[in-house]
Structure formats: C-alpha cells, structure tokens
C-alpha cells in the first residue's frame, strides 16, 4: 500500500491511544477515529513497510458499540477519543489496555493479568471533571478560546466542554469579553510574547467554590485591566459562588501551564475549599487535585482497603500532593508521613491535617527519591515502613525510590498510577528477584470518553 490508496477494513482492535487497527492486503492500518466492529472505506495518509496511518473516508457499517459523539468537536479536539465508543466498551477497552501492558511491558503472566478486575465505571460520564485549562489563540483578528487538537497545539474553538460543568462557559464568556475590551494582546508560542496564556477553572464539587487562575505572560497587567478583571467575574457572583480569583505569571517560553514567576490574588483567600468522604481539602492553583471527584473517592477507597490498615502501621504517602491520600489513611493508622515536590501543596497539605484534626500525619518537601531513604538511612527505627503508597505522576517512579522501597521491606506495596504502561516497567522492577507479588490489580475509570485509566495495585511481601 502506498499513500493515498483507498482501502476498505474490518477494525478488528484498538490501540491503547484509542485509534481502529485493521488489515488491507495483509498490512495493517491504523485509523483514528474509528471503533472495534466498523467496517470502513480509508485512505492510506501514511506507508511503512508493513503498516501504515489511514484516514476514515466513509463508514460502510457501523459497530453495534459505535455512539454518535455528544460534543460537536469531539472528532477534532485532543481531549476525547472515545466518545464513539459505548461507555461499557470503554471500560472494556481500559481493563484490555492495563492487561496489554502488564504482559508486554511488564513481562507477567495469566496469574497476574487474569485477576485483574474490571474497570470501576460512573453512572454519569460526562461533566465529570473538577477542572478546566483552556489556552486562548487568535483566529481572523478575534481572541478564542478553546482545547488543543490531538498532538498538536492548534486551538479548536469551544466555549463548551462536555466534561465540565456548564457554567465554566459563562466565565470563558466573561474572560474573552474583557480580553478583546482591554485589548490583551494574545501569548504566542512561536515568539514568546503576549499576555493572555491561558486560564486555570476549578470547581470544589461538594462546596460550589470555584477559582478562576487567569496564566499571564507579562508582570505588566495595567491596574485598571485587573480591577476590570475582579469585577466582571464578580458580577457572576449571585448565580456562581467564585471564591478564589488569582494571576498566574508565566514569563517562561515552555510547554508547562502554570508559572513559576509569581500568584497575585485579585479576591479571595488564595485557595478554594472541597471535600471528600469526611476529610475537607484547601487547594491553591499550583497544587494538584484530582480532576474527577466522584471517582477519586472510589479510587481512595481502594486504596485504603489494599493498604489493609489496622491502626497500628506507620504509611508512607509519596507524591502525596495536598495530602489527600494520608488524610484519608490517617486515621486508619498509626502514622503516616507524606512526600510532596510542589512546596504550595505541602503547605495545603499541613493546613489540610490540623483543619480535619489529623494529628498523626507529617509532610516532607522534596523530591521522594531523595527525602525517603535520606530519612530512613538516618533513624531506620522512626521511618520504616509497613505500608508505602505511591501516587506518582506520568512517568512513574523511577528504580531509586523503588529500590528504597524494597530495602525497607514493608509488607504491602499500593502503587496508584495514572499511567499503565510505567506501572508496568515499575512493577517488574519491584517483582523481579525479590519477596514482593502483585496480588491485585483495579482499574479506575477516572476519565470517561478518553484512553487514560487510573489503577490501583497491591504488592504483598510473600514468606519464602
Ligand atoms: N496523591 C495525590 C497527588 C498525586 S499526583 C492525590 O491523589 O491528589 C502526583 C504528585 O507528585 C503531584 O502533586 C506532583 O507535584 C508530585 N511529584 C512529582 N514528582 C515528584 C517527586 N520526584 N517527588 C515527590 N513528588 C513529586
């Protein structure tokens, strides 16, 4: 096949990124946009050797698990991949994605994939997201607003995004509205200049408190921009409880979206306030929270049954962020000692423990691979471990840490991951000549309508 052939295939799979995988004389095609069970007339947009990217053209016939999208640009926008999938079959497919890389990046058998549980679904899978990070653009001379196409950094212009909650289009509304008024000029990517960067809406789903966090490339706001600024989003008051208004600067020409250059608080105490199960949480905008509050409690639940908890263990909570899990294990056990990287969330963290009245848990500033042997080859007796759970970001852990943790012994290891395939790497580190089995694994659908799985994972140290 070369490109711009015309083929016509059966999608027969699913790659974990969530495009159709089928065969046209015998190469295999990858189709985004497609679902298992279509049969669909393609074009070849791109031709290795044995395979090759094809385009959807037309659907012959459609899966009996194909949905029509609810979001008018769920084709174009990066967010979601799955929209066309029935919401069953995206659990499926999650569960299929955490076993296909527990096999083939983590080198286990039926003994560990078999068992793995089905994915933990919602009853209501859209508007589920606590928040939102929009970038603005410009297109014929306008300032939009809007979400990144997949891997790309072209804005699809969208005021309304179908994960979360409709009002956050009214204060996108209001931003765009004083923008074009103030005339702010629009941050470009390619020059590094311009203000308006992007914007930062989080919603404490128990509270109703929300935090706008307007990300400026510029200390240079004039004042009356500001004041202009506080005043239009208070406007939204009656009907929103705004809480929090703050500006983000971010002078760095990077791909990361929250600066490091300095927080002004336009109204509000500097944070916003939410709760889950018991334990209520202060979140300032650098802290990370979990996006999917109704999830989050399952996901927690989890890990607080895995870590198997009779009140007289000492839990280490690394990449532990405003605290949230060791709140939430700390009552169940004896102590519980949180690593945290982002010194803004350690600080919610301490602020989190004495509001609940927690008083056995303590926080740690540092990067975990550093503060946890540190400490341990220090006072081994103070900082063992009984249980260590481990909540890290993207790219997992990393064998320092993991190293650590298997010197320390503890008798149960419970790895939270937001992504299969490094958990996969991490747990073969931990599994390979040592005590420790995987004996459960749980898959937690924290992001309905795209291809990322949450999963909870509980290592036991075996006698031999
Ligand atoms: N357990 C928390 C946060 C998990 S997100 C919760 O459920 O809310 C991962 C966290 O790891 C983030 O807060 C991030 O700032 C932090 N982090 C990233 N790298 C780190 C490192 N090397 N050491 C410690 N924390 C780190």
Redesign the pocket.
Known sequence: MKKNDIATVVIEDMTTEGEGIGHADGFTLFVKDTVIGDTARVKVMKAKKTYGYARLVELISASPDRREAACPVARACGGCQLQTLSYEKQLEFKRNKVVGHLQRIGGFGPEVTGPVAPTIGMEEPYRYRNKALIPFGMKDGRIIAGFYAGHTHSIIEQSDCLLTPPEYEQILLVLLNWAEKYRISVYMEETGTGALRHVLIRKGFSTGEIMICLVIGTKNLPQAAREALREQLLELKPRLNIAQISLNINLKNTNVVMGTDGIIDLYGPGYITDRIGEVSYRISPL????VNPVQ?EK??GCALKFAGLTGSETVW??????????LFLAKAAEKVYG????PE?VRDAVVNAEDNNITNASFFT??????MPELYNREPETYRADVV?V???R?GC?PE?LETILKMGPKRIVY?S?DSATLARDLKLLCTDSPYRVSAVQPVDMFPQSVHVETVVLLERCLR
């Open positions: 802290s990370f929270y979990q989050t996901l927690y909570d690394l990449y532990c962020g405003i605290g949230t899990i060791s690593v945290e990287i982002v969330a540092g990067r975990a691979e550093e503060i759970v909540d890290p970001p790219k990393g840490l939270v937001c």
